[in-house]
């Protein structure tokens, strides 16, 4: 594979994980994207902050991770699925570098919700991009279902 990097954002640690797994399966650098102003510790009340931030589009101010992406021509991203779509210090990446002539790969974790809007969310985003198809999980993602879909990505380069 191609100098590729591994970008998420992680609440719980979960995304982490895979996103973790990911980035040793491909040999990838991994970079965390993190908020100025962290989720809070309680579920209900992210849950609210989330949500809210989704509806208006807000793209919260990041303390790492959004530096620049040229030198990498496979870019991995991943997030929790919130309300169908993707965590808001994901779009605040998606709009802050250039993907052009780079191929995205989104991947998500999610309490039994899949992809929801996430894929066509990002793919929307990024443009000048090319795509292939993620992967998504639950909490209990399995390593070997990772390498299969790494592989075909593989396969497809």
């Known amino acids: 594979m191609s100098k590729s990097l591994v970008v998420y954002y992680s609440y719980s640690g979960i995304t982490r994980n895979l996103a973790e797994d990911i980035a ?4 990838a650098d991994i970079r965390e994207l993190i908020p100025e102003k962290p989720y809070s510790f309680n579920y209900n009340s992210a849950s609210k902050e989330a949500r809210n931030e989704i509806e ?7 303390i790492s991770g959004n530096e620049y992406i040229s030198d990498y021509q496979l870019i991995f991203i991943g997030t929790p ?6 965590a808001p210090p994901i779009l605040t990446f998606l709009r802050s570098v250039d993907f052009c002539g780079k191929t995205v790969i ?9 992809f ?3 894929e066509s969310s990002i793919y929307k985003e990024c443009h000048n991009a090319n795509f292939l198809s993620g ?7 399995d390593y070997k279902k990772i390498q299969e879909w790494i592989d075909w990505i593989k396969d497809t380069k």
């Open 135 to 141: 992967f998504s999980s639950t909490s209990d993602f």
């Open 106 to 114: 989104p991947f998500c974790t999610h309490g039994g919700g899949g």
């Open 116 to 118: 929801g809007q996430i």
């Open 24 to 27: 040793l399966i491909t040999d």
């Open 56 to 62: 208006r589009g807000y793209c919260p101010k990041l």
């Open 81 to 86: 699925n919130w309300f169908s779509s993707f």
